[in-house]
């Protein structure tokens, strides 16, 4: 009796995988497209073995699964078996997903499905008689695809599973464990949608970005006239009608004056910051003891008048734009003489030069900075004493930032209140190989 038992369910089963793979073979396409499988709306659970279903009312996922709303899933398997493909679908759609599926084995195959139709998933084997499906990764990069790939395999052993989300696959799932693939499957298309919705942030803000640097330039370049005629007539007229009218209009045509001339300088300084990164000139191999000149000739009306002593270590050559970097240079060492103490300033430069970078320093023995400032000073028109104390309208640092980084660097500070600060920023290092100019 137990034999004639475990003969009629042997033939069941045959039964439903003959069924099954009729259905498969009458839902091809002609010769020449890849093979589309149709799978029955309920298939035979035979076929899964042990994997329950979900229109079964006894199944224990049947419940959770009615709960939520079924997702639509364009799928393209790199399978050479039509079994597994039946039941990867199967095992999809048990983890609800209503899934439209294509089935592809060659690598041409495969190109002409990606070119052709837009696929959310690509659920690949890993070894197929005629290629690897993780080639299937390089293929996608080349078309400029972010399609997630899902590797769907038998054994593939640790060292090789790590190979393959090492490579870019989104995550693997062994052959007889797909009750993993649904959420596997979802997990990969949840972060490519973080992908896109990141890019898509990045380049508003780019474009953002770019918007403001246009707009900032215009404005300030627009602005330059009229409030060039606003400065020159206000003092015109603070000249000729002093002492005149009363002390009262002495002192509105004088707060007429300075307000002029300090709107002047930073539409000026707005237009400075503005440009950076406009040059002509493109990036080239640059010797910085050549930039510090530079600079300090530019300095050398402050440095006599407040008898500054600057030292300047040996300077490697760096990749850059040497406009900017003498900009980057005279604003720190300018920055360094204005906010000096009670002792004449003391300026040193160096630099230190690894593989990658070149780590500068400006050293200074002046007022130094409170560490709660040290990141808010390179926001743009941030000052930390008013203008009687000290001059100028805080956008020195923050043009220095944007150079730097520009420069694929970054810039920081390191301070305390009366004891001086010493800037340092980064720089690509430069060699004889790496000169190049972009117009």
Known sequence: MLIMLVTERQENHNTALAKASADIALASEPPGGPVVFAV????????????PDASE???SNSQSIAKKPRQSL?????????ADVELSIHALRQGGFDVDCDAVQTREEFVESVRRSRYDIVLADYNLPEWNGMEALEILRQENLDIPVVVVSGYLGELRAVECIKRGAADYVLKDHLVRLPESVRHALTERTLREEKLCAQQDLARSNRDLEQFAYVASHDLQEPLRMVAIYTQLLAERYKGNLDAEADRYIHYAVDGATRMQTMVQDLLSFSRVGHQETGVKLTDCNLIVSAAL??????????????????????????????QLFQNLIGNAINFRGADPPRIRITAETNKEETVFSVADNGIGIAPEHTDTIFVIFKRLHTREEYPGSGIGLAICKKIVERHGGRIWVESESGLGATFRFTLPAGKVSDVRTTQ
Not at 74 to 82: I, P, T, Y
């Open 40 to 51: 029955p709306s309920s298939p035979d659970t035979a076929l899964l073995g042990a994997m």
């Open 57 to 59: 009312p006894n199944s």
């Open 74 to 82: 364009r799928a393209l398997l790199v399978e050479d078996n039509s």
């Open 297 to 326: 000739k530019n300095l050398r009306a402050s440095i006599d008048e407040t008898k500054a002593c600057i030292e300047c270590g040996q300077l490697p050559l760096v990749l850059g734009v040497s406009s900017e970097l003498t």
